[in-house]
């Protein structure tokens, strides 16, 4: 039974960072493609970040280098570093798996097979 979870949220002035980790069981985590993504009141779900085997990562154009994403493959961890956070980052953050795609960069939710719960982050002004 493939489980995601995620933790870190919370609330941070602008400016501030939070990092957030996504705990994966139940699959291969080392041959998965892990994506964040996030999903603010009255919007659409948006990806954030992507990582696929031996660390290849893709961004989202908002990211604009203030966001890390990197995975620990004998914790079964994935995380996103975020820094320089900004009032419009407020949203759900989800964590999302591809188990067997290793091959894949996608910042596409339909390319996932499996999600997470969410975290709260909240950026205040």
């Known amino acids: 039974q493939v489980q995601l979870v995620e933790s870190g949220g919370g609330s941070v002035q602008s400016g501030g960072s939070l990092r957030l980790d996504c705990a994966a069981s139940?699959?291969?985590?080392?041959?998965?493609?892990m994506g964040w993504f996030r999903q603010a009141a009255g919007k659409e779900r948006e990806g954030v970040a992507s990582?696929?085997?031996?660390?290849?990562?893709r961004y989202a154009d908002f990211v604009g280098g203030r966001f890390t994403i990197s995975r620990d493959n004998a914790k079964n961890t994935l995380y996103l570093l975020m820094n320089s956070l900004k009032p419009e980052d407020t949203a759900i953050y989800y964590c999302?798996?591809?188990?067997?795609?290793?091959?894949?960069?996608?910042?596409?939710?339909?390319?996932?097979?499996?999600w997470g719960q969410g975290t709260q982050v909240t950026v205040s002004s």
């Open positions: 999302a798996a591809a188990p067997s795609k290793w091959w894949l960069l996608s910042l596409r939710a339909i390319d996932y097979n499996y």
């Open positions: 139940g699959y291969s985590f080392n041959d998965a493609s």
């Open positions: 990582i696929r085997r031996s660390n290849f990562t």
